[in-house]
């Protein structure tokens, strides 16, 4: 089981919304009366989630947390979706990014998250929290091998796409209505280049000349939206 704490209101929201079967315990300040903590009691009788009062100036609850999945279970997601939409992390190593990218992806409702087994951040503590919950929604999927992972997909019809500055089609011009998984790579050194071989179509966020690049988490908005747009 995992505790959440008073600054954790978002993420224990999310929970009682979404996994009210996840919730384990529920506790509430017995002299809190604020609007927000009147909103929490509603929901979670809402979802019969079982509210306790004590004495604490702070509220908590405990969890259970989600656990990664792995190929079995994408290849079953897969087969139940006929327009996919996945998102691959190359390296992403940094808990705030994933944390921050889980919670975006959740948002622009794409269906899987993968990570590679090695050289990759995982649902640490820091990720979760910074998820605000998606962490425990999203399908979070490790696999051995991105690039196996690449060919498999373009087997079954799906789009490889990958994003890098270089690139000459802005990322706009992409047609997402289609099974599509995405690539984006780590903080410093972008996408592998035996992966690279894999991807169909490299894509660009065009962006002022005095700036770089966009931090990864960044990135991902950028595109998970745009394809969400033109999926609904």
């Given at each position: 089981?995992?505790?959440?704490?008073?600054?954790?209101?978002?993420?224990?929201?999310?929970?009682?919304?979404?996994l009210?079967?996840?919730?384990?315990?529920?506790?509430?300040?017995?002299?809190?009366n604020?609007?927000?903590?009147?909103?929490l009691?509603?929901?979670?009788?809402?979802?019969?989630?079982?509210?306790?009062?004590?004495?604490?100036?702070?509220?908590h609850?405990?969890?259970?947390?989600?656990?990664?999945?792995?190929?079995?279970?994408?290849e079953?997601?897969?087969?139940k979706?006929?327009?996919?939409?996945?998102?691959?992390?190359?390296?992403?190593?940094?808990?705030?990014?994933?944390?921050?990218?889980l919670?975006?992806?959740?948002?622009?409702?794409?269906?899987?998250?993968?990570?590679?087994?090695?050289?990759?951040?995982?649902?640490?503590?820091?990720?979760?929290?910074?998820s605000?919950?998606?962490?425990?929604?999203?399908?979070?999927?490790?696999?051995?091998?991105?690039?196996?992972?690449?060919k498999?997909?373009?087997?079954?019809?799906?789009?490889?796409?990958?994003?890098?500055?270089?690139?000459?089609?802005?990322?706009?011009?992409?047609?997402?209505?289609?099974?599509?998984a995405?690539?984006?790579?780590s903080?410093?050194?972008?996408?592998?280049l035996?992966?690279?071989?894999?991807?169909?179509?490299?894509?660009?966020?065009?962006?002022?000349?005095?700036?770089?690049?966009?931090?990864?988490?960044?990135?991902?908005?950028?595109?998970?939206?745009?394809?969400?747009?033109?999926?609904?």
């Amino acid at each position: 089981m995992t505790e959440l704490k008073s600054s954790d209101q978002n993420f224990i929201k999310t929970l009682i919304t979404n996994l009210p079967e996840k919730v384990k315990e529920f506790v509430l300040p017995d002299k809190k009366n604020d609007k927000k903590t009147s909103d929490l009691i509603h929901l979670a009788k809402q979802n019969n989630v079982e509210v306790k009062f004590s004495s604490s100036k702070k509220l908590h609850a405990t969890y259970e947390p989600a656990q990664a999945k792995d190929i079995n279970f994408l290849e079953k997601l897969l087969d139940k979706k006929n327009n996919s939409l996945i998102l691959i992390l190359d390296h992403v190593m940094d808990p705030q990014n994933l944390g921050s990218i889980l919670r975006t992806s959740l948002a622009a409702e794409v269906d899987a998250v993968v990570v590679s087994k090695n050289r990759a951040c995982h649902l640490t503590d820091t990720v979760r929290k910074v998820s605000k919950g998606a962490s425990e929604i999203i399908p979070f999927v490790i696999v051995n091998n991105i690039k196996y992972l690449t060919k498999h997909l373009k087997n079954i019809n799906f789009k490889i796409v990958g994003c890098e500055a270089s690139a000459e089609k802005k990322y706009y011009d992409f047609d997402y209505k289609v099974p599509v998984a995405i690539i984006m790579g780590s903080e410093g050194y972008g996408i592998k280049l035996n992966l690279k071989k894999e991807i169909d179509e490299m894509l660009k966020i065009p962006m002022s000349e005095k700036i770089e690049s966009l931090n990864v988490s960044n990135a991902c908005s950028v595109i998970l939206f745009e394809a969400n747009k033109q999926r609904n």
